[in-house]
Every structure is written in C-alpha cells, then in structure tokens.
C-alpha cells in the first residue's frame, strides 16, 4: 500500500502544531478585543467591560455570540461571492504569517524531537512580505463588491497605504539582515540568543523604530487607521458587513497586531530567548516551555504598546499618512541601510 | 505515490483550471483573481523544485503588487456591468487555430531540445533558486546585465513619476 506514501507522523505532528497555533492566535486575538477596551477605559478614566463574569472575563465570547446571531445581510447590488470572500482573505492571510514564526525551541518526547515552528524556510522573512501583500485583497475585495463608494474609497484608501508602507518596512528590513546574513527567522533568533551577540534592536534602533511605524500602518491600526476613518466614511471598508463577516474583518485586525508584535519580537527582541540566562545550562524542555512563555510575553507588550498609542495619537489626515510613508520614512531607511552596509564593511570584514 | 508526485498533480490541476477560468470568466475581477490563483499554483511547483526565493518573489511582485494594480485599474474604471463583446465566428477560428499551432511548437521545442530530453526535472534537491546561489550568481557573473537592468527600473521609476504629474 504505498499509494499514498506519506511521512504520516510528520504530517500529523505538523497538522496538531497548525491547530495548536490557530488556536492560540485566535485566543490571544479575542482577548485583545478584550484588553484594548479595558486598556481604553484605563486611559480614559472609565471602568470598561465588567458585567459578563468577573472584571467582565467572558465578554469576548458575548461579544462573539451577538455577532454570530446577527442577522445576515447581503446587499442585493453587492457581488455575492466576492462579498463573501473578502471577510474570508482576510482572515486567512492573517493566519498564514504564523507558520514560519519559530515559537519555541525543540520539545523532546521520547526520541523523537518536535520543532515549534511549522515550517522553517530558507526564505522566512520574504514569506512574511509575500502573505502581507496579499493581505490587501481582503480590504479590497470587501470593499469593492459592497458596491458602494465610501468603501470603495476605503478600500483604496487601504490598499496605497498598505503597499507605501511595505517599501519602507522591506528597506528597514534589509539594515536587519545584512547583520544576520540570514532570512530564515529560525536563524535569526539562534543569533540573537547566542552568548556575546546582542539583541538586534541595539544594533538597529531606526530599523526597529521604522518597522514599528510601519507595523502599525500595516495593520490598519490608529493613528493609521485611514480606511475606517468614520468621520469622513462613514464605516469605511465594512460599511455593508454584518453578522460575523464583519466580525471577520474586525477579528483579522487583531490577528494581524498579534502576528506582527511577535515578528517584531523575533526580528528585534531576541524571539523566545529569555534575557539574562543561558538556557542551554538546563533542561530543554522546561526552556522550550519557558521560550514560549517568553516570546508570548514581549507580543503581548507590543499589543499594549499599540493599544497605548491608538488611545493617545489622533488619526493622520491622507496626505500626512502618504507624506510620511514616502517623504519620512523611505529616506529614513535608505540612509539606515547605507550606514549599515558602510559600518559593515568597514569594521567587520 | 509519494508526497511530491500528489502535490505536483494537484498543484498542476489547479493551475491549468485557474488559467482557464481565466479566459471563461465573465466578470474582469473574476479574470483577475483566478490569475492571483494560477501564480499561487506556479508559487508551489518552484518550492517543489526547491526554488524557493522564486517561488516567493513571484508571490510578491505579481500576486502581490501588479495584480493589485490591475485590481485598482479594474476597479475604477467600473467594468462591474458585464459588457459582452461579440467577435464573430471567423476570428473565433483564427484564434483557435493560431494559438493551437503556437502550443505545438512550444511541445516539440521541449520535447527536442537537448537539454530536455532524457532528463527528470529534481524534485526538491539543488540550490539554484535559493537566494544565497541567486545573489552570489547575480553579482559575479551577471554583474553587468544586472546594473543595466536597475538602470532601467530607475528611468521606469522616473518615468513613471513625469506621467504621473499633472501639468
């Protein structure tokens, strides 16, 4: 019977390693919901969520429950699949960034060693560019088969920005990897962790800064939320959506801040490598456990830090945000690659 | 059949029905998105020949980016209402027929050529399309064709700003 011959013990151990990290991304992304109207009351002098269980625990699963029990609208001018498949992109490219992320060293069961990264590729970071820029389609998509024009406009709106930004978060990124020579995440991280090497945000600080901004435009996050600018769009690019299509829209946002915060922590912030402690000294698998503990801690501090800024800075107007994207930061990151690349060859050749 | 062949297959069924969905759709943003799904399927046989790098720049730059653009252009231009254009029967048959004979030859050149024939295509082994074998090729060998090149992206780029200005 060798039809189908398959390595089935690593395609199962993949598939449980893909349900366990969708699972989680999608946890964490509804307790972000969660944590960013507690966070905003905080700022705001307020109480926020607090009548569904204890300190109002259980209001992302209300809030997921009267969304599913909406009722269901389709526009009848709308183009009824591409209104559907809109909502359903853009949820799964923002699942599909985490299967390069390395979460974890290796768990050792028996003989048998289990990688905590789906799949560790020759080209990490390219992969992440590649599912980024698809990620465009399901603003796209979505707001254009609303048939109408206020998301149509968010939707272009949307789209420019996320592609100006992309030039220079690639740019930054070029500073990053001639320092590790490498692209694969996994690799990065291992450096980072290595004894004697630094976390690359010492060695990078404009990249990181520059990365951030442009996680933050990526994301569609305030202050550069422009395609849900409600004042001057209505709704923006989910005008038409109800139900849990547009909870799929809201949702993927916050999959998207979960997923970006923990690339900026592998890319900068050393990955699962826990500060001050040389984990090859103890147990590997209490230090894979501890790792993941780690890793989940720096995400989480970025998902505050972008919760923090959306609740102090106002919203930019258009022109700004483009004025920014091509006026500030691509020269911003050119000139950081050019100090870079004249620092390496200078002094480390 | 292994895990490689079962991928081949099913990567090169859902290419050739993109491709033709393609053509058959009526809708112009049909068109476009089963174009995003062809490259996503050519996408797939570059990582089966462990041609990685490709594989995700092909992603970026036509999936990614051209396509978008044709998105935006399709989009605002307002093709939504479905224009039916009606060639007639003859052109219908030159067409066939042209592209036909074009399909035979492109066969014939790889089924002849010598650098074809006899060989198997190595599935996942070779490090010709990783990026480290890319860049090193690229900026000893190829050095020269490669600035001309980014001399010429830059007059695009150029260009393509002059065109953009009003006035």
Known sequence: MNLLAFDWALLIEKLVLIAIIITISLVVAMYATYGERKVAAWMQDRVGPNRAGPFGILQPLADGMKLFFKEEIIPNSSNKFLFILGPCLAMLTAMMTSAIIPWGSELRIGDRVISLQIADINIGILYVFGVVSMGVYGIMIGGWASNNKFSLMAALRGASQVISYELAMGISLIALLMLTGSLSLKTITEQQMAPGHYWNVLYQPLGFLIFFVCALAECNRAPFDLSEAESELNMGYHQEYSSMKLGFFLFSEYINMFISSVIMATLFFGGYDIPFIDESKYNPNLMAWLGVGALMVKALIFIFVFMWIRWTLPRFRYDQLMNLGWKALIPLALINMVITAVVILKYFN | ?167
Not at chain 2, 33 to 50: D, M, P, R, T
Not at chain 2, 78 to 101: D, H, Q
Not at chain 2, 103 to 114: G, Q, W
Not at chain 2, 135 to 144: A, E, I, P
């Open chain 2, 1 to 167: 059949m292994g895990i490689l062949q079962f991928l081949f297959w099913l990567l090169s069924a859902v290419a050739l029905t993109g491709a033709i969905m393609v053509l058959a759709s009526k809708n112009p943003v049909h068109s476009v998105l089963w174009l995003i799904v062809v490259f996503f399927a050519i996408s797939g046989h570059y990582v089966l020949l462990n041609a990685q790098f490709l594989a995700v720049v092909n992603l970026i730059v036509y999936a990614g980016a051209i396509m978008v653009l044709f998105l935006f252009v399709i989009m605002l231009m307002n093709l939504n209402t479905v224009i039916e254009t009606r060639k007639n029967l003859w052109m219908k048959a030159a067409g066939i027929i042209s592209g036909g004979i074009l399909f035979l030859i492109m066969i014939s050149v790889v089924r002849s050529s010598a650098d074809m024939v006899s060989r198997t295509a190595q599935l996942k082994e070779g490090s010709i399309g990783l990026i480290e074998t890319l860049g090193k090729v690229l900026f000893t060998q190829y050095v020269v064709p490669f600035e001309i090149s980014s001399v010429l992206f830059l007059s695009a780029m150029v260009g393509a700003v002059v065109i953009g200005k009003k006035d």
